[in-house]
């Protein structure tokens, strides 16, 4: 691990493993510290800034990122080893969350101002005027992805929800693409520059090794943590955070396999379809999803066979992309080992070898409800092109099993009418254990919308009781203030007697 001595740093091509030049400057323990008192000074004159001045700050930004042109999405696929058009969709889905939050900004919703209106003559007690309104907690950190150079990085959806709450964001810089991450940095300068957004609103950092993130967590200025990644590392950072004199909250998106069930009826109806379209979703991006499908249940019959020799097929063909970083690659080929080395595990089958420099084979592998209870680390997450087919022999031992998984981001069920009965048994267990339930689709894909939840019980995040993708990603950096009986000129400009926007008053809309 790097220490705080670290001076320089370089991005790593993906592809050959070769360092890109020129070096990037680490920071410092000084530079976390400067930019939290930046964050911490900006705090008060960057709440107080109107609605559709902090929206445009928020469009600008996406304006700023489509400016830099296609070095941008040419540079994050050298450093990610991602697809070039993988990177392009990504800056897309960047400017798209962006220019979202502003809409949601402008619309007002995100303040749920209610208003109960004093009640002085009720009886045996008068009521107080009563007013609540949300607002920002105050700078929060942000840690860029891995696998999302773009979309869950430096302006990504964290610092967009950040910003559009009124928070003030830092962002540890991800060190496996740092030259993505100072092109889209120097945007949001610019962005923030141009619309005249206080000094100190975004601050940045970056370097290898965990002291830097360390010591943001713990500087007691920032209010709160946004988090991809690995569960280890979001671990880390919730325990620095509850050990803090005043704890704070961290939404850490961590680990997830993703339970898929095949239901007998589907099965039967098109295996084969199913485990070709599978194989797509598994190696999308290498599988370096965190919505990768790593687990799939169902109930033994010739259906089952169906899927399994058509995935077989389809995976053998398939050849292996670039992953992330040296380490990604290092635990996805520990994890695949292990796999392959259980007695109680076959390999069906494995993709096209790797160069031996960058990349691994797909694998994919398949055991029974058993094996599974007998060893519950069977069903935990290989980040990579590698999933574990469960077979069961009915519809109870398959329950079981969905009981026996962690929490999940997703959960899908593939299933035809004649399934319906059978999968209404399985819904109010993939209620508890997932934030998002799909029917007859992959889980590699996230709309950003407003009903979208991409988050999900311990350990898919430290707190499943919100979302980091969709419009409600805003309610992580809120916190509920009432005002009681205070005059109207010291009151929020949304609570005062004839305020515009939305808002209940007495419960009703008004």
């Known amino acids: 691990m790097a220490g705080p001595d670290v001076q320089e740093f370089h991005g790593i091509d993906a592809a050959t493993a070769q360092p890109i030049e020129p070096a990037h400057a680490a920071s410092t323990l000084a530079d976390v510290a400067e930019a939290c008192a930046a964050a911490a000074a900006a705090f008060d004159a960057y709440r107080a800034i109107g ?3 902090r929206a445009a700050f928020l469009e600008a930004i996406g ?29 897309g889905r960047t400017v798209g969350q962006l220019k979202l939050f502003a809409q949601v900004v402008r619309d007002g919703r995100w303040r749920q101002v209610r208003i109960d209106p004093a009640m002085r003559d009720r009886q045996p007690l008068p009521r ?8 920002p907690l105050g700078p929060v950190a942000v840690f860029g992805a891995s696998n999302f150079p773009l979309a869950f990085s430096t302006a990504g959806g964290d610092t967009a929800a950040a910003l559009a709450a009124g928070c003030p964001v830092i962002v540890k810089g991800h060190p496996a693409h740092p030259n993505t991450d100072a092109m889209v940095a120097g945007a949001i300068r610019a962005a923030a520059k141009r619309t005249g957004m206080p000094d100190g609103v975004f601050g940045h950092v970056r370097g290898p090794g965990n002291d830097l993130g360390a010591a943001l967590v713990q500087d007691p200025r920032i209010a709160a943590v946004g988090f991809t990644g690995s569960r280890g590392g979001g671990l880390a950072l919730v325990r620095l955070a509850q050990a803090r004199a005043v704890p704070i909250p961290v939404y850490a998106e961590m680990s997830s396999v993703n339970p898929v069930v095949l239901m007998p009826a589907a099965l039967a109806a098109r295996g084969a379809a199913l485990g070709e379209a599978f194989v797509g979703s598994l190696t999308m991006g290498s599988g370096q999803f965190c ?30 992309q670039p992953m992330l970083t040296g380490g990604i690659r290092a635990a996805f080929a520990k994890g695949t080992a292990a796999l392959a080395g259980n007695p109680a595990v076959r390999e069906l089958a494995a993709g096209l070898e790797g160069d031996g420099v960058a990349s691994e084979m797909a694998r994919l592998f398949a055991t029974d409800a058993a094996a599974v209870r007998a060893d519950p680390a069977l069903t ?22 969905l009981e026996s998984v962690e929490g999940q981001l997703t959960a899908t069920l593939h299933l035809d009418p004649a399934d319906h009965d059978d999968a209404r048994r399985l819904v109010p267990i993939l209620e508890r254990k997932a934030g998002r339930v799909m029917a007859n689709g992959w889980p590699t894909g996230v709309e950003v919308a407003h009903a979208m939840v991409h988050g999900g019980p311990f350990p898919a995040t430290s707190d ?15 916190r509920p203030v009432c005002y009681q009986d205070l005059p109207e000129m010291l009151l929020p400009a949304e609570l005062r007697d004839g305020a515009d926007g939305p808002k209940l008053v007495d419960g009703k809309p008004a």
């Open 51 to 53: 609605a559709e001045e």
């Open 63 to 91: 304006d700023e990122i489509m400016a830099l042109g296609d070095a941008l999405p040419a540079m994050a696929a050298r450093e990610s080893g991602l697809p070039l058009g993988r990177t392009t969709g990504e800056r």
């Open 128 to 135: 107080p005027d009563l007013r609540l309104r949300m607002m």
């Open 291 to 320: 919505t990768n499908p790593g687990l799939v249940l169902a109930i033994e019959d010739e259906g089952l066979d169906a899927f399994e020799a058509a995935a077989a097929a389809a995976l053998g063909k398939h050849a292996p």
């Open 380 to 401: 935990e997450e290989v980040f990579g092109a590698s999933s574990l087919v469960v077979r069961c022999r009915d519809l109870d031992e398959l329950a079981t099993v």
């Open 464 to 478: 499943g009781r919100s979302t980091s993708v969709g419009t409600m990603a805003i309610d992580r950096f809120l």
